[in-house]
């Protein structure tokens, strides 16, 4: 019993004495130092607008390197370790096509399409139906041109004359594909 007894003091009640020492040793050097940068999900831009217009301009490259790309536009399931990009290099590779939709802002958005069904094998370099491609899906902040006729609710449009009004929506986007059991 005397062992039991011990046994519980160290495993209780030590690790909760070294806790609070640390704490101590916290409070005596004092809090952490603020963080140097501001953290992005806190900061809140003074105009908004210039971010989404740098987000837009982001994308648009984005598309016009795609349109551009002198790569053929492989659609094989395999791996390219000799290309630097990462959709060639995973064991769920992907391509990428234009998503085009006229009603929003930007109207092009680059969206991920696996090139397997199943994974790479590492060790094989084929592929292994065990295993599947998924899309990883992201959501972007994207515009929606609504029209809104005057005096009617909602912003189907008719053939009464449209006031063009744009609205933040989130869309949900394919960025890449990877494996799953």
Same mark, same amino acid.
């Given at each position: ?102 009603? &929003?802002?930007? %109207?092009? +958005? *680059?969206?991920?399409?696996? /090139? ?10 084929? =592929?292994? &139906?065990?295993? %599947?491609? +998924? *899309?990883?899906?992201?959501? /972007? ?10 005096? =009617? ?29």
């Amino acid at each position: 019993q005397l062992l039991l007894c011990i046994f519980t003091f160290a495993m209780v009640l030590v690790p909760e004495a070294k806790d609070q020492s640390k704490a101590a040793k916290g409070r005596r050097r004092g809090l952490a130092r603020p963080p140097t940068a501001t953290p992005a999900l806190a900061w809140a831009p003074d105009d908004p607008y210039t971010t989404m217009a740098d987000y837009e301009h982001s994308i648009q490259d984005m598309v016009r390197q795609l349109r551009n790309s002198s790569e053929p536009g492989d659609t094989k399931c395999q791996v390219n370790l000799r290309l630097w990009r990462s959709n060639r290099r995973s064991l769920s590779p992907w391509a990428y096509s234009i998503n085009h939709d006229a009603t &929003r802002i930007p %109207a092009d +958005i *680059p969206e991920a399409r696996c /090139l397997c069904t199943g994974c790479i094998n590492p060790f094989t370099m084929q =592929e292994d &139906r065990t295993m %599947a491609s +998924i *899309p990883i899906y992201s959501r /972007l902040p994207v515009r929606r041109l609504l029209c809104q006729v005057p005096g =009617e609710v909602g912003h189907k449009p008719s053939g009464k004359k449209c006031h063009k009004k744009y609205q933040m929506v989130m869309e949900t986007i394919a960025v890449g594909c990877t494996c799953i059991f």
